[in-house]
């Protein structure tokens, strides 16, 4: 087996709102969630009051992507550097997906034509989460 890179998402506490708006707006179909009140085994460091039905894992899929996601243990993450790139197959459903990652997010660049794509766009969703939405160049035949 070649190894596999999957993005690992922290929603501080909101993760199940995450997951909602994902299924409505992108497609996102829930592949198996477990919460903090679940765990089997004992729990190594105490749990935040009023967190056993928090996330504390999930997977779920957008297309042929499979991301994992988490309400975490702390309700601000430390920040590092990543950017969740949607490749959508026409500029209708770009400008669809970026206008919903948009709403109550922040836009760090208008969707538009670049050099590269005929439709790209950046955005900073809701969840605090780094969206890069493009349209591929169209091939020649």
């Not at 004992?42 to 297309?63: Q, R, Y």
């Not at 790139?85 to 208008?110: C, I, N």
């Amino acid at each position: 087996m070649k190894p596999i890179v999957e993005p690992y998402l922290f929603f501080a506490g909101r993760c199940d709102a995450a997951l909602d708006y994902y299924r409505q707006h992108l497609g996102a179909e829930l592949g198996m969630i477990m919460r903090f009140n679940q765990n089997p085994g004992p729990t190594e460091c105490p749990l935040p009051e009023n967190w056993g039905d928090k996330v504390m894992h999930a997977s779920f899929t957008i297309g042929a992507s499979r991301i994992m996601g988490s309400d975490g243990m702390i309700e601000a993450m430390p920040r590092a550097g990543h950017c969740m790139s949607l490749t959508m197959p026409t500029e209708a459903e770009a400008q669809r997906v970026f206008a919903a990652l948009a709403d109550g997010g922040e836009v760090s660049m208008p969707i538009a034509k670049t050099f590269w794509s005929p439709c790209f766009g950046m955005v900073k969703d809701r969840f605090g989460i780094d969206w890069m939405v493009t349209v591929p160049e169209a091939q020649p035949d």
